[in-house]
């Protein structure tokens, strides 16, 4: 804030609920009084032209008339259809009511094409006159000499108008095209140019007889402009001021730039002029200041009481150099810089104690914010080719929660499609894998459907850190090869991490958890540990995937990997029963919400039976007690709507810790890819939780399956798993016990040889040999 005010000289308010913009303010002596004093000329959106004359402590309205269209006033009106040119003529007065003034119409066009803005000068060097050139909504350059059209030239590359500018030095003209770079056409480049039909004629090539219209000089801007001004005070000044949405250009005529100014406020408008010989510049911005520069210098900064939408510096007959204010909602004010200080002070607030923990809590909160909007997006590009025509084709993308696409559905014809994969949710997926899928129709009008897998990169859920020493969970892998350098298998995470000897490596999760991996200098194994045992898992993955293709690479085929401590099914089981209690939770919700709806129905139809009675009884507190029942049902819901959140987070959590489980057990007893894949299929039956049927019951199903049947040990169990198939029920269950012993006797039966297999004769143990190497 400055410590000076702008003061106020002359003020106004225009109408009411009227609208103003940039272009809506002009000052001049308009109506010819040979003073040189200027009138204030002023139209708003709503069709209302305005002149004014002031003077100090008085609001002398010259002329006021209801326009029609949208105006740009000077002596040239713009509407959005027609273009008019009036003569504002005065006739002093006789009698108390003063001067009177007329506005008369010299001439006017009707426009073909919708008008944005317009500029004016002597256009190919003529003298004498002024010339009109408008630009139409489709860029279309229109010019008009008085009352003449002379022709009009499409602006190449045309996508939304930009601010126009006439400079008499160059004969030119100056824009700022959708392409955010100011661009620069002569008058006589625009002549005799090759002249199109329509805008899309404006990109084919020239007709006989006519050039392509091109710029003589371009620069890129990088940003939108707000407005582009061509002072001429003096033949020696050649500058062109460009005022950005973050900077200030400044440029010479041939297109070199001057300086760039960099602004720490979000501007709103600017005018260029003269002082003392020199070119200096009033700029307003969106914190209610009114700055003077000169050059890149700041020389003045004032306080308005608004956000101007556009300045002008104007002479009036008791004040000179006065600065004309407009706001977009009609406040007009005629001001100086004044060194009258303000006098506002702070108000002094309540002194308190800071508390630490809430302040450290606060910073942790907002670390998380920080790490979840910088996060790291995985682009993919995906390629289609077809022999032939296809019909009805259709692109989809799917990948797994919390992970999300810029746009998960393409339809259109093949070609090549780019998307964009990130992370939305506060914490990781349960698989990095995702799958596309093509659907489309042959030239015969046979469907078909083609389906493709990808994986996105562990860079998008997780970030390089310091390793972590004192952890809850850790896990040991055996292999048979000398010990790997961790940073060369992942280049992507050593360029930022501490160790220099690649032994450790350290991996922290958007979701703030960190897993760390050490590799033994001694021996052939590697630890990897956290504080989670869920997220433990992509790492691992990722691991043992890049080993495999380390030594693949190396040429070695015999490399194994192996896992020979006990399995952490303890650990396991917490994130089982973490994930039933929140299903408790979400069906205790949907009861507590049933009897709380008929509680509310039961109350409306007994204030209804009382309402519609003709000799009313007094309602008993039946009022109060319908806002207390629906208070109650607000709350219930919102609850039960963050419990179903804390589920869907929970099930995936589960399922990383069942993958993790079924690696584990696979590396355990080298279970061959068809092993696994039926080890997997049984403990994760589900990709989804519903109501209806949850993971518990299904798992516990399958897993009962296994065991009376490739796991059994008496043809009696087969016989009694035959029996059972047909009448079976599945429910929410009361506890998870039975589904725990289930799957320790699952890990049981595979640890004494038990074969995982389809075929129901598959009962007989064989001993197994682990596949570890000392």
């Not at 010299?106 to 002597?122: K, V």
């Not at 700041?298 to 009481?305: H, T």
């Not at 003709?614 to 609850?639: F, G, I, R, W």
Request: charged content about 20%; hydrophobic content about 40%.
């Amino acid at each position: 804030m400055s410590l000076f005010k702008a003061c106020d000289w002359w003020s106004a308010t225009l109408g009411e609920g009227e609208e103003f913009d940039q272009g809506c303010l002009c000052v001049g002596d308009v109506d010819n009084s040979g003073t040189g004093h200027d009138k204030i000329i002023v139209g708003s959106y709503m069709g209302m032209l305005r002149i004014f004359s002031p003077h100090a402590n008085k609001c002398t309205e010259v002329f006021g008339t209801n326009l029609r269209y949208i105006c740009f006033l000077h002596l040239a009106v713009l509407h959005p259809r027609k273009l008019s040119v009036y003569a504002v003529f005065g006739t002093a007065g006789n009698v108390d009511h003063g001067d009177q003034y007329q506005l008369k119409l010299i001439y006017e066009h009707n426009l073909q094409r919708t008008a944005c803005n317009m500029t004016y000068g002597t256009f190919g060097g003529v003298t004498g006159h002024h010339s009109l050139c408008i630009q139409s909504m489709d860029g279309m350059l229109m010019f008009f000499e008085q009352d003449s059209y002379t022709f009009g030239r499409f602006l190449p590359g045309f996508l939304l108008p930009g601010p126009l500018a006439y400079n008499s030095r160059t004969d030119s003209f100056l824009t700022v095209s959708s392409a955010r770079q100011l661009e620069s056409y002569k008058y006589e480049t625009l002549a005799v140019s090759a002249d199109a039909e329509s805008r899309q004629d404006s990109d084919l090539p020239p007709k006989a007889g006519g050039k392509r219209l091109s710029p003589d000089w371009t620069f890129v801007l990088g940003e939108q402009a707000l407005d582009v001004s061509v002072p001429s005070f003096s033949h020696s000044s050649s500058s062109i001021l460009v005022l950005g949405e973050r900077n200030l250009f400044c440029f010479r005529d041939n297109g070199q730039i001057c300086f760039m100014k960099k602004l720490e406020f979000n501007p709103s408008c600017f005018q260029p002029y003269a002082s003392d010989g020199t070119t200096s510049l009033l700029l307003g911005n969106h914190t209610n200041m009114l700055l003077v520069y000169q050059d890149v210098t700041l020389k003045w900064a004032a306080q308005l009481p608004f956000v101007p939408v556009a300045v002008r510096v104007a002479n009036f007959t008791e004040l000179r150099g006065a600065v004309v204010s407009l706001t977009s909602d009609g406040h007009l004010l005629c001001s100086y810089m004044g060194t009258d200080p303000s006098f506002f002070s702070t108000p002094k607030v309540n002194a308190r104690e800071v508390d630490y923990e809430q302040v450290d809590a606060e910073m942790k909160k907002l670390h998380r914010f920080i790490r979840e909007a910088t996060r790291t997006q995985g682009r993919r590009l995906v390629k289609i080719k077809a022999l032939s025509a296809l019909q009805s084709f259709k692109l989809s993308i799917c990948v797994q929660p919390p992970l999300a696409v810029t746009e998960d559905q393409f339809a259109l014809e093949p070609m090549v499609v780019a998307f964009s994969a990130f992370l939305n949710g506060r914490y990781p997926p349960a698989d990095l894998t995702g799958d596309i899928i093509v659907s489309y129709s042959s030239p015969t009008g046979v469907p078909r459907v083609l389906q493709s897998r990808f994986s996105l990169p562990l860079a998008l859920v997780c970030v390089p850190s310091s390793p972590a020493k004192n952890t809850k969970f850790k896990i040991t892998v055996d292999t048979n090869q000398p010990p790997v350098d961790l940073s060369s298998i992942f280049r992507e995470f050593s360029a930022k991490t501490e160790d220099k000897d690649g032994s450790s490596l350290a991996f922290q999760l958007l979701s703030g958890t960190k897993v760390t991996v050490v590799a033994s200098k001694t021996s052939q194994r590697y630890r990897i540990q956290s504080d989670s045992f869920e997220d433990m898992w992509l790492v691992v993955k990722e691991l043992l995937q890049r080993f495999d293709q380390h030594f693949a690479k190396l040429g070695i085929k015999d490399f194994r990997k192996s896992f020979s401590g006990s399995l952490p099914l303890q650990d396991y089981f917490l994130s089982v029963d973490h994930h039933f209690q929140l299903r408790v939770s979400a069906q205790q919700y949907q009861d507590l919400l049933s009897e709380r709806a008929v509680q509310f129905r039961a109350i409306q139809r007994r204030l209804l039976t009382r309402f519609k009675d003709k000799t009313p009884a007094p309602l008993q507190n039946l009022d109060t007690l319908l806002e207390a029942t629906y208070s109650q049902v607000m709350a219930l819901a919102e609850a039960a709507e963050d419990n179903r959140a804390l589920l869907e987070q929970a099930f995936v959590r589960l399922r990383s810790a069942t993958h993790l489980l079924v690696l584990l057990m696979s590396l355990w007893q080298g279970l061959t890819p068809d092993q696994t894949a039926i080890l997997e299929a049984t403990l994760l039956p589900l990709l989804q939780d519903t109501p209806q049927l949850g993971w518990e019951e299904s798992c516990d199903a399958a897993v009962s399956h296994l065991l009376r049947s490739c796991l059994s040990q008496s043809p009696k169990d087969q016989a009694t798993t035959l029996a059972q198939t047909g009448g079976l029920v599945l429910g929410l269950p009361q506890d998870t016990a039975r589904l725990k012993k289930h799957i320790a006797l699952l890990c049981d039966r595979i640890g004494k040889g038990g074969r995982l297999t389809l075929a129901s004769d598959a009962n007989v143990q064989v001993p197994a040999q682990l596949p570890v190497e000392h």
